[in-house]
């Protein structure tokens, strides 16, 4: 009795304690903001309509630039107090003397913010984010953006335009490269994390930076995956499918979000007040503020919605707080409340957003906060964030296929090391790595050399051109020589590569795209290797040698040939500044590979978009069915050539039965679904065991299997654990026909597995 007496006390005191905690952290951030309304409005209240424009101007003076437009006269704009921020800068030094202007010369002495595309990593290049999705680890990405904030904080930067969280089905469009695959509730959690790691929750630490969540929104669903194409969608597929990542950064904080280039449903994003206004900021409560992307204003006169005066109307008033290098702000904005058309308020509102921003990055503090001399010296490409970047390459990189366990490879004899991208600095680092040096970077014959030494003995060719397709050549190559052309005729150099793989023991191929053939301005209406590569791989395959395939890709390929004929096929996307070490680490057995897809690999374009989350239709194809009236096609299966969640290991696991805690679920009630899985291998391993859930009969069509769970771990030979999933309603939520987030009581199905085609199933029900 005395002891309960004692635990209640202690309970009662730490209970006390834990809400007062709260109580006093609310009262602290509301004092905060109190104190950051009062600074905001007595600068605003000094402000000329003019000057609250200026601050809604995003220029760039130039560097790696997106669009055919580059800000004119910046230094004279800034000292006009014209510019609100600036990118495409870096550099303690370049910003310092950028800020100096804005802060001694602009009579009111308003910083600037300055931002940049750190996308996978600042100067420490990380794989792209559709490999790092592929570690299926939050842990891990959350370092990589912690990483980079630090990198970036350390060069001047105080904005990152990251993450990139758009969910992408078609392998087609190039920026497939830049996010999470096609799964809202991975993309959700990945959102989320690097939101965590950028801002850690506190812009005022020199060491965060303020992250943008882009593009808002369903910038991946454009048509035919032509870039910058039509988005129509209804609404009931966006709030299911594709708005969840965006929300998930939000919902973490996200200090802005940029808008997309597409229009939706017959409305351009940057136009889009039901977007910007009444979901992103009524709806999910955003507080931060809003940019466009690349020139988007001036691009709504393309769009077909008015002159530039009547876009400008248009994106302010849909609540579009700043122009990236537009400039159709600073030209019209005044005329326009003047008319009558934009109300100060709206010009009032986006200044102030943006105002708070800076307050709350501390730039109104200390300007120079992250100008910061020693720690540029110190953090950027560190040793540590080197050595992150080898490990985070290693768990991304995704085994596709390993017959007769030709990998690991042992460390000893005669390796062939052919391929255009067996030693090739220029394309390590993937698109969108604009601060990295890709001279810095390791190439795979490089990390095999560190890895094995002299115990392998490597011999090299060439082999092929990326490609020999000169027009499309002259496409890549926008940005310098990511394809180089051969003097050699591709007979010369395929027979070299021959006569090189006749006397190994074994050949590595690395074959796949040059860095710039997926991102921005890459879509592809054709996903298999070029001729020129397909050409030589079948060349060495005909020698009889094992080949094993390293493919460096920015999207899902199809890869129909090189599944049947190639016995080892390894994809490491675009692993970064430490690429080549880490493919040596996996194929060298030092580390075992457990990276799986987050996007399908079709077995050929005519199956996109493709992905795993699908509906059942009225008619649907089973594997073994009379074809004739089902839902399948003439020519190939309906499956992906690999599915989303696949890839294998050096290892095997088997899964048992699922075991249900009960088969009733309640509506306030949890249920927990177990498998156990073993390793039945001979080496230790990591498996990602995932779990989906179908729900049976809906108000809706419901999909076929949704991810709702998945879990890491790592077991050694012969060993067995027990893994677990809690399952509530909140994991049998969706948006039915009026938009209601709701469950609906019925039959449910579960899966467990190591891929979202290949699992163990149970039944229960919602009461
Ligand atoms: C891209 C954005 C990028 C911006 C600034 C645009 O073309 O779509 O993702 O952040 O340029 O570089």
Known sequence: MKKLHTLLIILMVFGFLGVNAQVSSSAKSRAENSKMDNFVNTLMKKMTLAEKIGQLNLVTPGGAVTGAVVSKDVDTKIRNGEVGGLFGITGPDKIRKTQEIAVNNFRLHIPLIFGLDVIHGHKTIFPIPLGLSSSWDTTLIKKTARIAANEATADGLSWVFSPMVDIARDPRWGRIAEGAGEDPFLGSQIAKVMIEGYQENNLSKDNTVMACVKHYALYGAAEAGREYNTVDMSKVRMYNEYLPPYKAAVDAGAGSVMTSFNDINGVPATANKWLVTDLLRKQ????????????????????????????????????????????????????????????????????????????????????????????????????????????????????????DQVLPLKKSGTIALIGPLADNKRNMLGTWSVSGDPQKSVTIMQGIKNVVGNSVNILYAKGANISDDTEFIKHVNVFGEEISVDKRSP??????????????????????????????????????????????????????????????????????????????????????????????????GNYNP??????????????????????????????????????????????????????????????????????????????????????????????????????????????????????????????????????????????????????????????????????????????
């Open 491 to 588: 007979e010369e150099m395929i027979n070299e590569a021959v006569e090189t793989a006749d006397k190994a023991d074994v050949v590595v191929a690395v074959l796949g795209e040059a860095a710039d053939m997926t991102g921005e301005s890459s879509s592809m209406s054709n996903i298999s290797l070029q001729e020129s590569q397909e050409n030589l791989l079948k060349a060495l395959v005909k020698t009889g040698k094992p080949v094993v395939l390293v493919l460096m890709n920015g999207r899902p390929m199809t890869l129909t040939w090189e599944n049947e004929h190639v016995p080892a096929i390894l994809d490491t996307w675009f692993g970064g500044t430490e690429a080549g070490n880490a493919v040596a680490d996996v194929l060298f």
């Open 284 to 403: 999910w409560g955003f507080k931060g503020f809003v940019v466009t992307d690349y020139t988007a204003i001036p691009e709504l006169i393309n769009h077909g919605m008015g002159d530039d005066m009547k876009v400008t109307e248009l994106a302010l008033n849909a609540g579009v707080d700043m122009d990236m290098v537009g400039e159709e702000y600073l030209r019209h904005a005044a005329q326009l409340v003047k008319e009558g058309k934009v109300s100060e308020k709206t010009i009032d509102d986006a200044c102030r957003r943006i105002l708070e921003a800076k307050y709350k990055l501390g730039l109104f503090e200390d300007p120079y906060r992250y100008c910061n001399d020693e720690r540029a010296k110190t953090e950027l490409m560190s040793d540590a964030n080197l050595k992150a970047a080898r490990e985070v390459a290693e768990r991304c990189f995704v085994l596709l296929k390993n017959n």
């Open 594 to 767: 457990s990276g799986k897809i987050t996007a399908s690999f079709p077995r050929n374009v005519g199956q996109i978009p493709i992905y795993y989350n699908q509906f059942n239709t009225g008619r649907p194809f089973h594997p073994g069915d009379s074809p004739k009236f089902k839902s399948d096609y003439l020519d190939v299966a309906n499956t992906p050539l690999y599915p989303f969640g696949y890839g294998l290991s050096y290892t095997t696991f088997k899964y048992s039965d699922i075991s249900l805690s009960n088969n009733t679920l309640s509506s306030n009630g949890k249920i927990t679904a177990s498998v156990n899985v073993t390793n039945t291998g001979t080496r230790s391993g990591k498996e990602t065991v995932q779990m989906y859930i179908r729900d049976m009969v809906g108000s809706i069509t419901r999909p076929i299997k949704e991810l709702k769970g998945f879990k890491q771990i790592t077991l050694e030979p012969g060993e067995t654990q027990k893994v677990s999933f809690t399952i509530s309603v909140n994991d049998l939520k969706f948006y039915n026909s009026d938009l209601k987030y709701v469950y609906e009581t019925g039959d449910f199905k579960v899966f467990i597995g190591t891929n979202s085609q290949d699992v163990k199933e149970a039944d229960f029900k919602l009461k």
